[in-house]
C-alpha cells in the first residue's frame, strides 16, 4: 500500500481526511485508486490531458514527481500539496 498525504484544499473530497492508503504501481493507478472511493480528487489532480495540474505538486518522498506515469513502489509516500502563487 502507498500512504498518501491530502492537502487541506482537497479534504472535501476525502470526508475531511488527509492521510489515505491507496493502491497502484504508479501515480495514475493510486490517484484512480482514490478517485474510485473518493469520486472528484483525481480530476484535482490532474488534468484532461493526463498531466499533473499546474497549481499541483506531487511528490514521492522527497522527489518530485512529474509525469503520472511515474513509478511508486509499495510502501511509499506520495504527497500532493496545493502550489502557492501570487504577486
Given at each position: 500500500?502507498?500512504?498518501?498525504?491530502?492537502?487541506?484544499?482537497?479534504?472535501?473530497?476525502?470526508?475531511?481526511?488527509?492521510?489515505?492508503?491507496?493502491?497502484?504501481?504508479?501515480?495514475?493507478?493510486?490517484?484512480?485508486?482514490?478517485?474510485?472511493?473518493?469520486?472528484?480528487?483525481?480530476?484535482?489532480?490532474?488534468?484532461?490531458?493526463?498531466?499533473?495540474?499546474?497549481?499541483m505538486r506531487v511528490y514521492i518522498g522527497k522527489e518530485?514527481?512529474?509525469?503520472?506515469?511515474?513509478?511508486?513502489?509499495?510502501?511509499?509516500?506520495?504527497?500532493?500539496?496545493?502550489?502557492?502563487?501570487?504577486?
Amino acid at each position: 500500500m502507498i500512504r498518501v498525504f491530502i492537502p487541506s484544499q482537497l479534504h472535501a473530497y476525502t470526508g475531511g481526511q488527509s492521510r489515505l492508503e491507496a493502491a497502484g504501481a504508479t501515480i495514475e493507478a493510486v490517484l484512480d485508486d482514490l478517485d474510485s472511493r473518493f469520486p472528484g480528487l483525481k480530476f484535482r489532480v490532474v488534468d484532461e490531458q493526463a498531466r499533473i495540474r499546474r497549481h499541483m505538486r506531487v511528490y514521492i518522498g522527497k522527489e518530485p514527481a512529474g509525469e503520472v506515469t511515474t513509478t511508486v513502489e509499495d510502501g511509499a509516500e506520495l504527497m500532493i500539496f496545493g502550489a502557492l502563487s501570487g504577486g
